[in-house]
């Protein structure tokens, strides 16, 4: 089955530092989200993208978070400037066209010290 | 987008059916009800979609009545590796987007 990547597994950051999560969904995907869940917690939508651009984002997605599609493979997450709230396992997605399934990577754990 | 609730937990043995409602009362014409399992440390993982009556795959059976108020994911037969947190999820696809809002899910837990 097709996977989606993302790296790397485990990111320790400083508070107030910048992090760049990476995703590469899957290749003849088209739309692509982030998700994150803080220890214990639910699953927390923060970003979806299609089409070079911003769907739809939460609350959670404030001006600290910002979202790439540098090429026609990876998709990146940017956390400015961290703090420790920010410590969560972030996850990417991706599916096709249609009602179709979504594909989850296996998270990046951020841990803000 | 509809909300959903389910149960925060249940326990089973193994080798037993697991029945999990899930209950969307504001379901939506469009919205199609899919179940995801996470295991911990992962992400979530599809389980099956249906939009009404019954979808069944090599892994699970989801029951969705005619009102599509409720839906039942039917596991059959659990094992200790079906010890997970079961997901129900309603939504559509709207232009641009899928988004889907995950609950508290149910956390199914498998003893021997």
């Known amino acids: 089955e097709p996977e989606v990547t993302q790296t790397p597994s485990h990111q320790v950051t400083q508070m107030g530092q910048e992090v760049i999560l990476r995703c590469v969904p899957i290749s003849n995907h088209l739309y692509f989200y982030w998700y994150r869940q803080i220890l214990g917690q639910k699953v927390e939508f923060l970003v979806s993208f299609y089409n070079n651009e911003i769907s739809e984002k939460s609350e959670i997605f404030d001006d600290q978070f910002s979202v790439e599609r540098p090429d026609g493979s990876n998709f990146t997450l940017k956390i400015r400037s961290t703090k420790l709230e920010d410590s969560a396992m972030y996850f990417c997605?991706?599916?096709?066209?249609?009602?179709?399934?979504?594909?989850f990577g296996s998270g990046t754990q951020l841990s803000v010290l | 987008l509809a909300k959903t609730t389910q149960p925060i937990s249940m326990d089973s043995y193994e080798g037993q059916e697991v029945n999990i409602t899930c209950s969307h009362n504001n379901i939506a014409t469009n919205d199609y009800i899919t179940w995801y399992q996470q295991f911990p440390s992962q992400g979530p993982r599809f389980i099956i979609q249906?939009?009404?009556t019954k979808v069944t795959n090599e892994v699970a059976s989801l029951f969705i009545p005619a009102d599509r108020k409720s839906s039942t994911l039917s596991l059959p037969r659990v094992s200790l590796s079906d010890t997970a947190v079961y997901y129900c999820?309603?939504?559509?696809?709207?232009?641009?987007?899928?988004?889907?809002?995950f609950g508290s899910g149910t956390r199914l837990l498998v003893r021997p």
């Open positions: 999820l309603v939504g559509d696809e709207g232009d641009s987007s899928y988004k889907l809002i």
């Open positions: 997605a991706s599916h096709g066209q249609g009602n179709e399934k979504l594909f």
């Open positions: 249906g939009y009404k």
